[in-house]
């Protein structure tokens, strides 16, 4: 399995290259690539040096202890900082929507029709941590989102099938799941995961976990399980989710997913 994955990453990466090479106007309807200058082995042997070699549990708490010294930010600095993690590489002066694909300028952040806002991935009731310091504000998992489209995801678990959402770029919904356009259900993925490793019932918060099922409700569960690993071995990482992965760490709360660096180690926890 591990060996398949390399050979999709490898692909991935060639794919991402010949993207950027053409890449000329703005993208309306899919993931945009950007350059990146990291590896997935580039921190292997400084940030993640205590989890190289070991698997399962004992991977999971190693990861944990890493990626929970961060900086925090508050709500309210959410809005600048994704800005620059989901900035256009094609036009500076946009952002790119994480369900529906789209472009839309950076000052049209906000709760109005047309307007793009902060999405939690994992949905804040589930854990019900709201948007308190902490994982309410975790770029790791916060993304732009129309503000239409957010509310028909609402806090619905993820998994496969439904009736197409408007104007989501190919994201379905049903009553109790959303599955997003094909572009971003590895980055989905790889969000819900890292937020199972970070918060694990510590600074007052709801230790939350992934698991088989959808209609989790306020339960600090997200699901489901099996879908959102496949989602993750399908879409691996690219070069736009790499970026963003350093631009948080570099700049922002100077943690990393290691989903995101190493999605091998989805398997081999899950």
Not at 156 to 168: M, P, Q, T
Not at 198 to 206: L, T, V
């Amino acid at each position: 399995m591990l060996a398949i994955r390399t050979r999709r990453r490898k692909a991935a990466a060639l794919a991402t290259a010949a993207v950027l090479a053409g890449l000329a106007a703005p993208s309306l309807a899919a993931t945009p690539a950007t350059a990146t200058t990291t590896t997935n082995t580039d921190y292997d042997s400084t940030y993640y040096k205590d989890a190289i070699g070991k698997t399962g549990t004992g991977l999971k708490s190693s990861l944990h202890t890493i990626i929970s010294d961060q900086t925090k930010l508050s709500y309210s600095a959410v809005w600048d900082a994704l800005k620059a993690t989901d900035e256009d590489p094609a036009d500076s002066g946009n952002v790119i929507l994480v369900y529906s694909g789209a472009s839309r300028s950076k000052s049209l952040n906000g709760g109005d029709s047309g307007d793009w806002n902060r999405e939690h991935v994992w949905a804040k009731s589930h854990g019900d941590f709201g948007t308190a310091t902490g994982p309410g504000t975790d770029l790791h998992h916060l993304r732009p989102s129309d503000v239409q489209v957010n509310s028909d995801r609402g806090n619905k678990d993820f998994d496969n099938g439904g009736s197409a959402v408007d104007n989501g770029g190919g994201s379905l919904t049903d009553s109790d799941s959303f599955e997003p356009r094909d572009a971003v259900k590895g980055d989905v993925a790889r969000m819900i995961f890292y937020m199972a490793v970070r918060y694990e019932g510590e600074d007052g918060f709801a230790d939350l976990e992934v698991n088989g099922s959808v209609d989790n409700g306020s339960n600090p569960y997200i699901g489901k399980l099996s879908v959102l690993k496949a989602w993750s071995d399908e879409d691996p990482p690219d070069a736009f989710e790499e970026h963003r992965n350093q631009v948080i760490y570099d700049d922002y709360q100077h943690n990393r997913n290691p989903f995101v660096d190493h999605p091998e180690w989805v398997e081999s926890i899950w």
